[in-house]
């Protein structure tokens, strides 16, 4: 059974950084596409960035230039490295993994950029 656990999350001032990671446990990691997504009060849950199975990478528009994606196959862990962070940046952010059955889902981890 796979499960996603992400971590990282926390209270972060405008304009500092977080890393987020998420922890892979019951399927071969790295072979599928890993991602974020984010969902603010109120909102619908939307994507932030991708990785494929070869490192390719995608980013929604919002987050170019500050968030970087990134895994380790070692560790069996999905990064998401954030910086420059604003204020609607904040929200619970999700991992997930794409396989070709289904897609799985972290539980997610709170971020809050406040002063």
């Known amino acids: 059974q796979v499960q996603l656990v992400e971590s990282g999350g926390g209270l972060v001032q405008p304009g500092g950084s977080l890393r987020l990671s998420c922890a892979a446990s019951g399927s071969i990691f790295g072979i599928y596409t890993m991602g974020w997504y984010r969902q603010a009060p109120g909102k619908q849950r939307d994507f932030v960035a991708f990785i494929t199975s070869g490192s390719i990478t995608n980013y929604a528009d919002s987050v170019k230039g500050r968030f970087t994606i990134s895994k380790d196959n070692a560790k069996n862990t999905l990064y998401l490295q954030m910086n420059s962070l604003k204020p609607d940046d904040t929200g619970v952010y999700y991992c997930?993994?794409?396989?070709?059955?289904?897609?799985?889902w972290g539980q997610g981890t709170q971020v809050t950029v406040s002063s």
């Open positions: 997930y993994e794409h396989t070709p059955a289904v897609r799985y």
